[in-house]
């Protein structure tokens, strides 16, 4: 099935560094997503896209719906040890979070004190 | 927010044997589940979406009749493993829809046979 191209695939980083992973698609999505997860638990939404150039932020991170809707990008800035995680990017073709979701492989963070 | 719950955590069962996880919307009514199946640093793959009072729907791949769901009310769904072997082994998550809001995933369920 779709599969989003999601990369780095992990990130090594130390404590206070901005971190940006990107994800991309040889198909169009009207929904972006970009989800944490922590070891052994679901993914937890972070941020939620619903148009073309939408540029949102929530605390350090910022995610943008690229232009082409085949793209999307998160960016963490000033990164804290309690962002080490999994980060995934979803992609949905309905207009909203709900329906089903299309994910990337995952970016892999790991944050050096 | 909104709280998906999947129960068990973990289980450990023994091959040939069926293992049943719930996964529960505690305060909100969800038409719509979905689940998925991890494996280790790997992506969350679909495996069937299921609507409550209907069959469920299942992804190309995903045998029927060894994940059998059931969404019998507006809070609770099911996903039995069936004569489960040690390939079976993976991490299932289940997540929940409410008209009008985001999707919530549980916190998956560890299965390990033996």
């Keep these: 099935g779709q ?27 009207n929904t972006w997503l970009w989800y944490k997860q922590d070891p052994g638990e679901g993914p937890v939404l ?7 150039g939408e540029l949102t932020s929530n605390g350090r991170l910022t995610a943008q719906f690229g232009i082409t809707r085949k793209d999307s990008f998160l960016n963490i800035s000033a990164s804290i040890p309690s962002d080490v995680g999994i980060y995934f990017c979803a992609g949905s073709r309905t207009g909203s979070t709900l329906g089903r979701l299309y994910f990337g492989r995952g970016t892999q963070l790991t944050v050096w004190p | 927010g909104a709280v998906v719950s999947q129960h068990p955590s973990w289980v450990i069962c023994k091959s040939g044997t069926s293992v049943k996880i719930e996964c529960r919307s505690l305060d ?50 099911t996903l039995t493993v069936t004569s489960a072997h040690p390939e079976d082994s993976s991490f299932y998550i289940c997540s929940a829809n409410a008209v009008g809001t985001e ?11 033996v």
């Design chain 1, 46 to 52: 972070l941020i939620a896209l619903y148009k073309a």
């Design chain 2, 103 to 113: 999707a919530f995933f549980g916190q998956g369920t560890r299965l390990t046979v």
């Design chain 2, 28 to 77: 909100f009514q969800a038409t719509t589940m979905f689940w998925y199946r991890q494996f280790p640093k790997q992506s969350l793959m679909l495996m069937a979406t299921s609507n409550e009072g209907s069959k469920a729907t299942y992804e190309q791949g995903v045998e029927k009749d060894k994940f059998l769901i059931n969404h019998a009310s507006l809070t609770l769904s």
């Design chain 1, 3 to 29: 599969q989003l191209n999601q990369s780095p695939q992990s990130m090594f980083i130390q404590e206070g560094e901005d971190v940006s992973m990107n994800c991309t698609s040889s198909s169009i999505f």
